[in-house]
């Protein structure tokens, strides 16, 4: 397992890619091999994901408009805290990054200001939020608990789900891009353009970089499905390296799968059987404010684990 805190994870320092799923096979195959990918790796991609080509386009279209605009339009979104532009300042807490990006809110009307990008969020949101349900509907399916345990989160009229548009300008030295973290909410999935950049840690100060495929959707479990699947899975940390190729720009979207902010976090019954839970009950809010009040590469679960 790939555990922010593991050692022992030579069995994939070989590997070359995290595992690639085909959402077009069988249901009972997929949810066994996400349940593993989940189990073993905490990142994995999915192809045959159903969402449209074209919606993905216009999407990354739109969002490269808005990074390519002058500054001065750019920072009429607002400033991200926590929703808005920002640019190489990440969070409040004094973290650095070598990208600019937009953090949107997904069930309210979004503040990009043309009615163009507006409406290329909302049918990208709509998209990637049901490609998320589907896959915890899976995870849900392979670890035998009921159907909506996970999804239902996401589907609730005020879930609290996030989309980050990140843009990555060219630059000089091979430096990070995003610092190592891990994501604080249910599911993250990330779609990114050809250029690499993303790396998984291995837990033993090696990284997997994850190669660009833009015709997939990369997973990773956020630290709420660690805390609901008792640390069954783990929230594998991950950075983006800058982008150093001349002339180009890396783009990824990603969308965070959250709950509500008044929802309680628990391990379904389930999932505990004979084992003691490893974390105290908690809700969205309370854990979001103790990320927010945190630096990125810090180990925020750690302080809602049962003694
Ligand atoms: C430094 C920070 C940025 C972040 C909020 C935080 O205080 C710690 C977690 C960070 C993170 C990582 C995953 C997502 O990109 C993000 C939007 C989130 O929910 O938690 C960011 C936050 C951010 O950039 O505002
Ligand atoms: O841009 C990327 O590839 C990763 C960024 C990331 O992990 C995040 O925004 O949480
Ligand atoms: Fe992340």
């Not at 783990?234 to 390296?241: D, F, N, Q, W, Y």
Request: with cysteine; charged share 20%; glycine share 6%.
């Amino acid at each position: 397992m790939v555990a922010a805190t593991d050692t022992n994870t030579s069995h994939i320092d070989h590997l070359m890619d995290i595992p690639v799923i085909d959402l077009s096979l069988k249901k009972s195959k997929v949810a066994k091999l996400i349940v593993k990918a989940c189990e073993d790796y905490g990142f994995f991609k999915v192809i045959n994901h159903g969402v449209p080509h074209n919606i993905i386009k216009k999407m990354e279209d739109e969002s490269l408009d808005f990074f390519h605009k002058p500054l001065h339009d750019k920072i009429r979104a607002g400033s991200a805290n926590p929703f808005g532009y920002g640019s190489k300042n990440i969070g409040l807490r004094g973290d650095k990054g070598e990208l600019e990006y937009l953090i949107l809110k997904t069930n309210h009307d979004s503040i990009v200001n043309t009615p163009q990008f507006r409406c290329a969020v909302s049918s990208y949101v709509e998209c990637v939020r049901e490609l998320a349900c589907k896959i915890l509907e899976l995870i849900a399916k392979g670890l035998g608990v009921p159907r909506s345990v996970f999804s239902h989160l996401l589907r609730h009229f005020d879930s609290d789900s996030l989309l980050r548009l990140n843009h990555y300008p060219p630059v000089l030295n091979q430096t990070i891009g995003f610092g190592e973290h891990s994501d604080p909410q249910i599911l993250a999935l990330l779609r990114s353009n050809g250029v690499a950049g993303l790396q998984i840690s291995l837990g033993n100060g090696n990284w997997l970089p994850v190669a660009p495929d833009p015709h997939a959707f990369c997973v990773n479990i956020g630290d709420v499905l660690q805390a609901m699947t008792n640390g069954r899975f783990v929230s594998v940390r991950h950075r983006a390296m800058a982008n150093t190729l001349p002339g180009q720009s890396r783009l990824s979207l990603i969308f965070f799968g959250a709950p509500p902010p008044e929802v309680t976090i628990t391990c379904p019954p389930q999932l505990l059987k004979q084992h003691e839970p490893r974390y105290r009950a908690f809700t969205w809010a309370e854990y979001k404010s103790h990320t927010y009040a945190h630096r990125l590469g810090e180990t925020r679960l750690d302080h809602f684990k049962i003694a």
